[in-house]
């Protein structure tokens, strides 16, 4: 079955350095679907970036991501770390026209001053 | 505005005591609903999901069960929780499996002991 590698379970970081959180994955459908979702304390998880296209880089509140299918990565990475990015980050996967949607194990950010 | 309900936000049951968790969405008809359990430290399992009213698909066996008894609702239960039932279970709703985004509730806190 589908499944998704987080191998950092907690990053730490200094405010302004720059972030980058691995996902990598496994399918036998050629038509994955990549997304990364943050969960911020006390909130609900909810959709980051979101991408199906070969190396087409995707962008959203600073943050960035561009699928490769070729080495089966979606790297979450932004420019320069803020307190608030502090969160759970989970990379996930599914093909198109699946209602299985597999979450990897979470990596933990955590932005210090 | 759709929004997503859960209920209770926590409960500390006995083991082999019986467990109803709820979900209601307001404001999107017909969406694909979903279970979603995270043990502690664990990354989000998907347990079942509901393209329509009175069809459940499940996706991990726990001895676990759900329902979609209205189209705007969601139920998971047991009869009897097992010690390893405990974790943080999430409901959500998506348009559609080819999109992918889900949105997700606050989330039920269960203790079992």
């Known amino acids: 079955g589908d499944s998704v590698t987080q191998k950092e379970g907690l990053v730490t970081l200094t405010e302004g350095l720059p972030v980058m959180l691995n996902c990598t994955y496994q399918?036998?459908?050629?038509?994955?679907?990549l997304f990364w979702y943050v969960h911020y304390l006390n909130e609900s998880p909810r959709l980051l970036l979101k991408?199906?296209?070969?190396?087409k880089r995707t962008e959203h509140q600073g943050f960035h991501a561009t699928l490769h299918k070729s080495s089966s990565s979606f790297h979450l990475q932004k420019s320069s770390a803020q307190l608030s990015d502090s969160a759970l980050y989970y990379c996930?996967?599914?093909?198109?026209?699946?209602?299985?949607?597999?979450f990897g194990a979470g990596t933990k950010l955590t932005i210090k001053p | 505005a759709q929004t997503i309900h859960q209920w209770p936000v926590a409960e500390i049951k006995a083991v082999g005591s019986p467990l109803s968790l709820g979900c209601t969405i307001k404001?999107?008809?017909?969406?694909?609903l979903y279970w979603y359990w995270q043990a502690t430290g664990g990354t989000l399992q998907q347990l079942f999901y509901s393209i329509t009213v009175g069809q459940v698909e499940s996706v991990v066996q726990l001895n676990l069960s759900a329902s979609r008894p209205k189209d705007d609702q969601f139920i998971l239960s047991t009869e009897k929780l097992l010690l390893s039932h405990s974790g943080f279970y999430l409901c959500a709703w998506s348009r559609g499996a080819n999109t992918g985004q889900l949105y997700f509730g606050e989330g039920s806190k269960l203790t079992v002991l």
């Open positions: 991408s199906s296209t070969d190396n």
């Open positions: 399918t036998i459908y050629s038509n994955a679907f």
């Open positions: 996930a996967l599914t093909n198109y026209g699946n209602e299985k949607i597999t």
């Open positions: 404001g999107k008809s017909s969406p694909n």
